[in-house]
């Protein structure tokens, strides 16, 4: 390793995971935009099609505590990886399905399972990645790039999918995505490793600043891993996993269903359509980085509460406001904008999530996030089949309503945790993580 000069391997690795998350996003909202033609040519309802978007997020959200144990056992670089190279499979397959066959709509629903059961790697693994690389005084602004990638796949997505859709028909769009999550999971894993002193480009000073802000070393039996009864038990894992449920709900309704609302029911063509579906993702993307870098300044300014719990409650009941007031704006293109303010307001939260269980869990931290995220892709599932039917039988209002409320259950939520409560005993004394994201 070179000692003579600071090298910054960690932040090229959390750009390089913005990257993969934009990837993961472009997907899975690929088939939202498509899927106004999708329903066309396979004769399918808005209903039917829910049940495609929901299928995805089932086995996105049932994967989730396998994919962040593999990941805590071998590693970010290897099961990165390897999801990457599954999600291009299954996105490919998902071209494949011929027009005039027979039993279309369960090939989708077992294609889309399968890609989200490879895609439940993602976010386990990236905080598996933050435990190990990145001090706890930056976690904020990493986790901020990272989910900001949600954002630009999501916000990608559109544009994307709809040139190809309207040059070379709906499924070029998938062949073109599987080809984009190949290329960058083949740099990943020549980039990255699982850890540090691993990395031959990582300099003695960048080592000695990443040792010093991760937290003191925690007790644990047999593997090293918190045992799930411990996770099962902490009244922090489950308040955090109850808010992201919430989360997972509202952001999902942008994911899954904004476009078809403008289009259908607010009454915008398709390139409008297309434009406006953009301003969503693009305040999450913003909003991300914006609530990365308040998070590690009001952890350092005041304390950890106040850095990941204060910022949340804050995001989400901003963005329960936001979306209940949207929902009722006469104007399309107004309704777009307070809209996506509204879900900007909600990933001002996004780092809280999982900085907090980074902080709680340590070694561990892509079980327990991956735990907390099966509550979020839950309630994604639950939006992408419930939102159209709330809608059908008392207006697309109601389903932005109950929207606003569950955001507004996902911020009280918050109130009752405590960030430096950490899930295994320490080994060391010395400061917790209060005093180490103070430094």
């Not at 978007?53 to 593999?70: C, E, N, P, W």
């Not at 900001?148 to 040139?163: E, K, M, N, Q, R």
């Not at 398709?270 to 693009?282: H, N, Q, R, T, V």
């Not at 089949?385 to 259950?409: D, K, M, N, Q, Y």
């Amino acid at each position: 390793m070179n000692g003579a000069r600071t090298s910054y391997v960690r932040w090229f690795l959390v750009g390089w995971m913005f990257i993969l998350s934009a990837v993961s996003y472009l997907d899975r909202v690929n088939i939202s935009v498509a899927g106004h033609s999708i329903a066309e040519e396979y004769r399918l309802s808005n209903v039917q099609l829910g049940y495609v978007f929901s299928a995805m997020l089932i086995g996105y959200a049932l994967f989730q505590t396998v994919g962040g144990r593999l990941a805590d056992r071998f590693g970010a670089r290897r099961v990165l990886t390897a999801g990457v190279v599954w999600w291009g499979i299954f996105t490919g397959l998902t071209a494949l399905v011929p027009s005039s066959i027979r039993g279309a709509l369960f090939l989708f629903i077992a294609i889309r399972f399968l890609l989200g059961a490879g895609e439940a790697v993602v976010y386990p693994a990236s905080n598996q990645f933050v435990a190990r690389w990145i001090p706890a005084p930056e976690r904020g602004i990493a986790n901020g790039w990272i989910f900001a990638g949600v954002g630009a796949g999501a916000g990608l997505s559109p544009p994307l999918i709809t040139f190809f859709m309207l040059r070379y028909g709906w499924r070029s769009s998938f062949w073109a995505c599987a080809i984009i999550g190949l290329v960058a999971g083949a740099v990943w894993y020549l980039t990255a490793r699982d850890e540090p002193a691993e990395h031959p480009r990582v300099s003695a000073s960048e080592l000695a600043t990443i040792r010093a802000g991760l937290p003191a070393k925690t007790e644990s039996k047999g593997s090293g891993l918190v045992p799930w009864g411990t996770v099962l038990r902490s009244r922090e894992v489950w308040a955090v996993t109850i808010s992201y449920f919430c989360f997972g709900y509202v952001a999902w309704i942008f994911f899954s269903w904004f476009f078809i609302y403008l289009a259908q029911v607010r009454g915008l063509n398709l390139k409008a359509s297309a434009f406006y579906a953009m301003l969503p993702p693009i305040a999450m993307s913003v909003c991300s980085l914006l609530g990365g870098g308040i998070n590690d300044r009001l952890t350092r300014w005041h304390s950890l509460r106040l850095g990941r719990c204060g910022l949340a409650v804050f995001g989400l009941a901003v963005a329960g406001i936001f979306i209940a007031f949207g929902s009722q704006v006469d104007s399309a293109r107004l309704a777009s904008v307070v809209l996506a303010g509204g879900a900007g307001a909600l990933y001002l939260s996004q780092s809280s999530f999982w900085s907090v269980t980074a902080d709680i869990a340590g070694k561990s931290s892509g079980s327990v996030s991956g735990f907390m995220n099966m509550g979020a892709q839950i309630g994604g599932a639950v939006t992408a089949s419930l939102t159209p039917a709330i809608a059908a039988r008392f207006g697309w209002t109601a389903s932005f309503l109950v929207a606003a409320t569950l955001c507004l259950l996902g911020a009280a939520a918050w109130l009752i945790v405590d960030p430096t409560k950490c899930l295994t005993p320490k080994l060391t004394g010395g400061s917790d993580t209060d005093a180490v994201a103070a430094r």
